[in-house]
């Protein structure tokens, strides 16, 4: 039989993930700036991506030193260049030749009725919230499998795993990240690399400040637990897939909704 752990000698610990790199793409901003902070604070040394904002990315990672007294760079780049994404990992290989963590976050989200939707859109979706994550998942799994360890967290949404009117193409796409979520977890098990996805229901974000009032009402009206989710929320479940308190789960798709009913 295997030698059992010391109980939660990870929970206690005051700083979980202190020696660890992670990597978050889209992590200037809502779920990915939060869940960089919430991985900042128990230690970890952090990439963090953008895609078109210089100035915030150099402030969030200012703000990271700072506040965490943590190692911490960021990147432009276009999570569905396979260059820029290749890039993105050497210079993590270059700095600490090690991966331990990848918050897959970096998404769009296009509304838009089935009639309506235009190839450019499908294309701009799927290439961002589809390929973007192969792409990542790739290059960070070969960076984890050196050390054959790692944690990859793949941020899908409650639309891929029950759908909604009017997001097609966005409930595609993430329903593909759940899809590649549940194959990855089982091929990379045997490097000791867990993947596992998070559907957030409603988030306060900048996609949902685009919303119309009626449209906002009526999502919130579908919410059992009455308020509307916000980043933090959704980063402690990340923290928890990142850590080793969940060492021994892969292939999971966690719903942080509130008991939305879709």
Same mark, same amino acid.
């Given at each position: 039989?295997?030698?059992?752990?010391?109980?939660?000698?990870?929970?206690?610990?005051?700083?979980?993930l202190n020696g660890k790199v992670a990597a978050i793409t889209g992590g200037t901003r809502g779920i990915?700036?939060?869940?960089?902070?919430?991985?900042?604070?128990?230690?970890?040394?952090?990439?963090?991506?953008?895609?078109?904002?210089?100035?915030?990315?150099?402030?969030?990672?200012?703000?990271?030193?700072?506040?965490?007294?943590?190692?911490?760079?960021?990147?432009?780049?276009?999570?569905?260049?396979?260059?820029?994404?290749?890039?993105?990992?050497?210079?993590?290989?270059?700095?600490?030749?090690?991966?331990?963590?990848?918050?897959?976050?970096?998404?769009?989200?296009?509304?838009?009725?089935?009639?309506?939707?235009?190839?450019?859109?499908? %294309?701009?979706?799927?290439?961002?919230?589809?390929?973007?994550?192969?792409?990542?998942?790739?290059?960070?799994?070969?960076?984890?499998? %050196?050390?054959?360890?790692?944690?990859?967290?793949?941020?899908?949404?409650?639309?891929? %795993?029950?759908?909604?009117?009017?997001?097609?193409?966005?409930?595609?796409?993430?329903?593909?990240?759940?899809?590649?979520?549940?194959?990855?977890?089982?091929?990379?098990?045997?490097?000791?690399?867990?993947?596992?996805?998070?559907?957030?229901?409603?988030?306060?974000?900048?996609?949902?400040?685009?919303?119309?009032?009626?449209?906002?009402?009526?999502?919130?009206?579908?919410?059992?637990?009455? %308020?509307?989710?916000?980043?933090?929320?959704?980063?402690?479940?990340?923290?928890?897939?990142?850590?080793?308190?969940?060492?021994?789960?892969?292939?999971?798709?966690?719903?942080?909704?509130?008991?939305?009913?879709?």
């Open positions: 039989m295997p030698k059992p752990k010391k109980l939660f000698a990870s929970m206690v610990s005051p700083l979980m990915g700036w939060a869940a960089a902070q919430a991985i900042a604070a128990q230690g970890a040394t952090i990439f963090i991506s953008g895609h078109s904002n210089g100035a915030l990315l150099e402030e969030r990672v200012l703000e990271l030193r700072d506040r965490f007294g943590v190692a911490a760079e960021g990147m432009l780049f276009d999570v569905e260049d396979a260059n820029q994404v290749r890039d993105f990992y050497r210079a993590i290989h270059k700095s600490h030749k090690r991966l331990d963590i990848l918050v897959n976050n970096a998404g769009i989200l296009d509304d838009g009725l089935l009639a309506m939707a235009s190839l450019e859109s499908f %294309r701009r979706t799927f290439d961002i919230n589809v390929l973007g994550v192969v792409l990542n998942m790739q290059y960070a799994s070969r960076l984890m499998a %050196r050390n054959k360890a790692g944690s990859i967290v793949n941020i899908a949404s409650i639309i891929g %795993r029950f759908g909604n009117a009017g997001q097609v193409l966005y409930g595609g796409s993430k329903a593909a990240v759940i899809g590649m979520t549940l194959s990855a977890a089982k091929e990379l098990a045997a490097v000791n690399i867990r993947v596992n996805a998070i559907a957030p229901g409603f988030i306060d974000t900048d996609m949902v400040k685009k919303l119309p009032v009626e449209k906002y009402k009526e999502r919130m009206a579908s919410i059992k637990m009455s %308020r509307i989710g916000t980043p933090e929320d959704v980063a402690g479940s990340i923290l928890f897939f990142a850590s080793d308190l969940s060492s021994y789960v892969t292939g999971q798709v966690l719903g942080v909704d509130g008991g939305m009913l879709i």
